[in-house]
């Protein structure tokens, strides 16, 4: 894609990274994602509209609130540069363009579960419930007007088959596998299934062995124990994006017989 069209993907990202603070903030605490608008946690003065531009604004004011002083969390401004940079690197590397459209929710999603995760260790039913039906729909519409229905067939496959085996894993390991991270699977096992089999496989192998290597690392740092439970929505997202991103060259690569000729 153009720069042109890279740099406005980005600037939207920026935009939708700080309604991402938003439902981050206010889901878990089954607050309006609408009213009242954007307030400082601390004070509960609303933002004026300089005070609520992307990164921008929490540079500005060197991470405090104009009114009260209170400290704002960097993860305000985090949130809207990940999603601000995945916009952009969607708009580089996904194509045709009805795809993009359709997989810019879906890593909108990505961030604001994972930081709820983090933070709440929770993925609530009413951001994977409706991103599910989002993605059916969107990538319906994507191939019916792109590489044909069988792609959408296959999305659906893939989905059902992710669900299944992440339902069995957590009723064999309750404390290892929570249910909103099975539910996740189907809405990344559609997504990943439209690509390939191939981004499939590959984008849930990662996500596996990120979270093998992240759980290590906690337990050496002594921030959880053998039977602590770790968030594993962080590492499903960061799977799904690279696969979904970076995943052609490899899997093409590696398993061939598995990337769709028009993703090559």
């Avoid at 938003?22 to 889901?27: E, M, P, S």
């Avoid at 946690?41 to 004026?48: D, E, H, I, Q, Y």
């Avoid at 810019?104 to 999603?109: F, S």
Wanted: aromatic letters at 10%.
């Amino acid at each position: 894609m153009h720069a042109t069209g890279i740099a406005l993907a980005s600037l939207f990202g920026l935009l939708f990274g700080s309604f991402a603070n938003v439902v981050v903030y206010r889901v878990p605490l089954r607050q309006s994602i609408v009213r009242p608008a954007s307030r400082c946690p601390s004070c509960g003065v609303a933002l004026r509209a300089r005070d609520n531009i992307p990164v921008v604004s929490w540079l500005m004011l060197r991470g405090r609130c104009r009114n009260c002083g209170a400290r704002i969390s960097v993860r305000y401004p985090a949130i809207e540069l990940i999603t601000g940079v995945l916009f952009g690197l969607a708009a580089w590397r996904i194509h045709p363009a009805t795809d993009l459209v359709a997989y810019l929710p879906l890593l909108w999603v990505l961030v604001v579960l994972s930081f709820i995760d983090l933070e709440h260790k929770l993925l609530p039913n009413r951001i994977v419930g409706p991103s599910l039906v989002a993605g059916v729909v969107l990538l319906g519409i994507a191939a019916a007007l792109g590489p044909g229905i069988h792609a959408w067939v296959r999305a659906l496959a893939g989905g059902g088959i992710a669900f299944g085996i992440f339902l069995a894993l957590a009723i064999i390991s309750p404390r290892g596998m929570g249910m909103g991270d099975v539910k996740l699977s189907a809405v990344l096992g559609f997504a990943l299934a439209y690509q390939g089999w191939g981004r499939l496989f590959l984008g849930f192998l990662l996500a596996f062995a990120t979270g093998a290597v992240g759980g290590i690392a906690l337990i050496a740092a002594r921030r959880a124990g053998r039977k602590s439970e770790v968030p594993f929505g962080p590492y499903l997202a960061l799977g799904t994006v690279v696969a979904l991103l970076f995943g052609g060259p490899l899997v093409h690569a590696w398993l061939p017989g598995l990337e769709p000729r028009y993703l090559r």
